[in-house]
């Protein structure tokens, strides 16, 4: 069953670095979306992506988060210079149709020290 | 803004028993997803109501979609171990359907 995937699973990095977290999303799917879960708190909404470009962004969304596809199956998110509160899981999620019926990928939890 | 409560929020049961979870709102939705999520593991659609008053099952899970598209509810039949896991809801934000609106789940436990 295609699924869609995430690396990496943990990554742990210093407050100020930059990270990159990477998804394949599912191959026919042309709907995609960056989510995070801070421990014990709601799944929030960060970005989604269709035909190349943002679609939609919360407020979270700042200046220092950027997301990419560099090619046809790589979709990545960037956090520039990681904060503390930036530890989360994240989520990565995809659609074939319109913007419901998401598939999520099993997430990076993401550690910053 | 729009929220979504799921109640209760933990759930300890015997297996066997029955169950339900709710999901309630004062905000109208389009559509209304359940999903199902392990710990540090990504949450995995189980099922999506679209139409007020819809019934869907899913094997022993019985969802259903409120009338008025406020609310919904997730009954589970004679519940087993492998049914523990945290359960949320989630619903595209009305006027603007680009992104998720979640609650903040249930979490349920089956004891052997």
């Known amino acids: 069953e295609p699924e869609v995937t995430q690396t990496p699973s943990h990554q742990v990095t210093q407050m100020g670095q930059e990270v990159i977290l990477r998804c394949v999303p599912i191959?026919?799917?042309?709907?995609f979306y960056w989510y995070r879960q801070i421990l014990g708190q709601k799944v929030e909404f960060l970005v989604s992506?269709?035909?190349?470009?943002?679609?939609?962004k919360s407020e979270i969304f700042d200046d220092q988060f950027s997301v990419e596809r560099p090619d046809g199956s790589n979709f990545t998110l960037k956090i520039r210079s990681t904060k503390l509160e930036d530890s989360a899981m994240y989520f990565c999620?995809?659609?074939?149709?319109?913007?419901?019926?998401?598939?999520f990928g099993q997430g990076t939890r993401l550690t910053v020290v | 803004t729009q929220l979504l409560e799921q109640s209760p929020q933990f759930l300890s049961i015997q297996e066997g028993e029955n169950l339900t979870v709710y999901c309630n709102s004062s905000?109208?939705?389009?559509?209304l997803q359940w999903y199902r999520q392990e710990p540090g593991e990504g949450p995995v659609l189980l099922v999506t109501?679209?139409?007020g008053g819809e019934v869907k099952k899913l094997k022993r899970l019985t969802f259903q979609f409120g009338d008025a598209r406020k609310d919904s509810s997730l009954h589970i039949t004679a519940a087993q171990p492998g049914d523990t896991g945290l359960y949320l809801c989630?619903?595209?934000?009305?006027?603007?359907?680009?992104?998720?609106?979640w609650g903040l789940g249930t979490s349920l436990a089956v004891n052997p």
């Open positions: 109501v679209v139409t």
């Open positions: 992506f269709y035909n190349n470009e943002i679609s939609e």
């Open positions: 191959s026919n799917h042309l709907y």
């Open positions: 905000s109208v939705f389009s559509s």
């Open positions: 999620a995809s659609s074939e149709r319109g913007w419901t019926e998401a598939f």
């Open positions: 989630a619903a595209p934000n009305a006027g603007n359907n680009r992104k998720l609106i």
